[in-house]
């Protein structure tokens, strides 16, 4: 297996210079040769399945089902999707015709924003970091890569994988912990997307991250996470409830930044709720003595600093546990844990959980959920289960997100043409498929102006009087009809009002008809 080697501090500004010279080449430009490396990088991962399977599992003790369905299909499949789409998003695009600009031949096109760098974290080392690369590929950039230093194994690999299958002047990988990053910061780059696995000091370092772009006036994309709430609905599907939100969780041992993050269920409900979840969590692990603890059926904590402050707050938690509790600092293993009377002011809700602990919050009402989560940071998903399209709309409606997902969790961030990305605390700027090749895309706008123009638009020209001043008028829109109020507020119309005016038209239509027949 690979040895992971931290960059030398000294080379990274030269690795910088190398892949500028290698955008600055032009090879880029060539939609062919984008499609090449984006195949590479599909083969590099196909070819190396076993192997990634064998870095993500000492890393991460993840088993083999988490390891494809979760980080080496989906990559593979980001990176198909760049392919497939790239001829079609690179290619110039006309506005909307408008009679005014349309003779000038506006035209928007498709261009590379440079040389970018790519932060990403250790919970999904391939898809976080393979993923936007092949959207920076399919924009036709360069791209410098910063993988976790948490996941030593699997950024290892990448490294001699990336070496070897893409080539060096479009591609680097520079590896290390606060030095090495901090060097890189300190470099001018065209894009930064940072994607955090820090849920204690993510916000902190997404500032850093920030500050440092804003330097050089460097475009940013952030995607941070938070505590993702999730509301249920008395009368959901419970079995289908209970399978989707424990999954959400105990995959990759609760460390997803769009993971459950906490319950909000009607106190009334609480207790069944639980129920539901522990008959889910034996379903999940059938070995009584074992449980999540058996081989092969659930991750760990990344390193025993996350294991100890996950630890931690279960340990200050004043809430009662359902099920679960276990803890093995040495084997970095915390088993599924559910925590039912959690209040508001409990260490499990003082920060982004990212582990395997899923506190339930007993409230009131759907109106109290919804001010819960109102008075907190907007969360990177927000999850509702519920058959109910009234309750459902409400969550919708009166909330903010970055997702806001119906009876199912964590998938969502893999389903083609959604974007991905956070809003305010939870980050900003979207990724994946098309978000991805927008992302490291600038959209340059372009005309080219026939000589005729002038004799339209000659008035523009000095010097100035009151009949060009005049003219200028031609070229304004037309206008809507001016306002007598403001619109009456939603559902105040009387139902019978629409089907009286319905009533009244089919009425004097059939009186037009009458006449007619009689006129004839």
């Known amino acids: 297996m690979s040895e992971l080697v931290y960059t030398s501090v000294g080379d990274i500004e030269g690795i910088r210079d190398e892949l500028r010279a290698g955008f600055a080449s032009g090879k880029l430009k060539s939609i062919a040769y984008r499609k090449y490396q984006l195949t590479q990088l599909i083969y590099m991962l196909k070819d190396n399945i076993t192997r990634f399977e064998e870095s993500l599992n000492k890393d991460l003790g993840r088993p083999v089902l988490e390891c494809r369905m979760l980080e080496i299909v989906p990559t593979i499949g980001e990176a198909a999707t760049q392919l497939a789409g790239v001829d079609k998003w690179s290619k110039p695009t006309k506005p909307p015709f408008n009679l005014n600009f349309s003779p000038m031949r506006p035209l928007i096109r498709k261009e590379a924003k440079g040389t970018v760098l790519i932060i990403s974290p250790f919970n999904y080392p391939l898809w976080l970091t393979l993923g936007p690369l092949a959207g920076a590929i399919a924009a036709g950039n360069t791209a410098c890569l910063k993988p976790s230093e948490s996941t030593p194994a699997t950024s290892a690999l990448m490294t001699e994988l990336l070496e070897k299958y893409l080539d060096k002047d479009v591609v680097r990988v520079v590896n290390g912990a606060i030095p090495e990053t901090t060097k890189l910061l300190e470099l001018q780059w065209d894009h930064s997307a940072y994607c955090h696995s820090m849920p204690s000091g993510g916000g902190r370092v997404a500032k850093v991250v920030a500050t ?10 952030l995607e941070l996470g938070g505590k993702s709430p999730v509301i249920i609905d008395p009368s959901c599907d419970l079995k289908m409830a209970a399978k989707r939100i424990l999954w959400g969780k105990v995959v990759n041992a609760g460390q997803t930044c769009v993971a459950p993050d906490y319950i909000l269920v009607p106190k009334d409900f609480q207790d069944k709720f639980c129920e539901a979840l522990k008959e889910t969590y034996e379903e999940f692990y059938p070995d009584a003595d074992q449980r999540s603890a058996a081989p092969g059926s659930y991750s760990r904590i990344v390193t025993p600093q996350a294991t100890a402050r996950i630890a931690g707050l ?8 359902v099920f679960g509790g276990q803890v093995d600092k040495e084997n970095k293993y915390i088993a599924p844990t559910l925590v039912k009377d959690v209040a508001a002011d409990d260490s499990l809700m003082s920060e982004e959980i990212f582990g395997p602990l899923l506190p339930v919050v007993p409230v009131e009402n759907l109106d109290a959920a919804i001010k819960f989560v109102n008075e907190r940071d907007h969360p990177l998903a927000l999850y509702v289960f519920s058959q109910d399209k009234k309750f459902k709309s409400q969550v919708y409606n009166r909330t903010q997100s970055g997702a806001v997902v119906a009876n199912e969790t964590v998938i969502h961030p893999g389903a083609e043409g959604l974007p991905f990305g956070g809003v305010g605390p939870s980050g900003y700027g979207n990724h994946t498929g098309k978000f991805s090749f927008d992302m490291f895309t600038h959209f340059r706008a372009s005309m080219d102006s026939p000589g005729w123009i002038d004799i339209i638009l000659k008035f523009r020209f000095p010097p100035y009087n009151t009949s060009k001043a005049d003219a200028t008028l031609r070229l304004m829109s037309s206008l809507p009809a001016r306002p007598t109020g403001p619109p009456a507020a939603a559902g105040t119309t009387k ?9 009244l038209a ?5 009186g037009l008809t009458s006449r007619l027949k009689m006129s004839s």
């Open 212 to 221: 440092a772009a804003a330097r050089y006036l460097t475009p940013i994309t």
């Open 314 to 321: 279960l340990e200050k938690t004043k809430g009662t546990i």
């Open 495 to 503: 139902w019978w009002g629409k089907w009286f005016i319905l009533a």
């Open 506 to 510: 089919v009425a004097v239509a059939g």
